[in-house]
């Protein structure tokens, strides 16, 4: 079964960290994109980060100077490295990627990242 799963998400206070993983399953992440979504309560779904099939990630301008995005480890293992966490970083947090043999994006269910203090 092809599949995406997130997970890592919490409850923090401002200021502190939290990484996501996203585990693929039914196949690999070498060689193709990996990306990371948030949605906020009452907002749209919006890129957070995409780690193109070289390994090279680009943030988008809200999250560049606190966040990073990698894959590692295992060959299905991408990470959304978060730190200096805001209340306005508060969001569903997804992770996509589009395996070569697939006609369609493949999206994980979402790890909830809560941000208060």
């Known amino acids: 079964q092809v599949e995406l799963v997130e997970s890592g998400g919490g409850l923090v206070q401002p200021g502190e960290s939290l990484k996501l993983s996203c585990a693929a399953a039914g196949f690999s992440f070498n060689g193709i994109e990996v990306s990371w979504h948030r949605e906020a309560p009452g907002k749209g779904r919006v890129l957070v980060a995409s780690i193109g099939s070289g390994g090279y990630a680009v943030l988008a301008d809200p999250v560049k100077a606190r966040f990073s995005a990698f894959k590692g480890g295992a060959s299905n293992m991408a990470y959304l490295q978060m730190n200096s966490l805001k209340p306005e970083d508060t969001a569903v947090y997804y992770c996509?990627?589009?395996?070569?043999?697939?006609?369609?994006?493949?999206w994980g269910r979402g790890t909830q990242v809560t941000v208060s203090s």
């Open positions: 996509s990627a589009k395996p070569n043999f697939a006609d369609r994006v493949i």
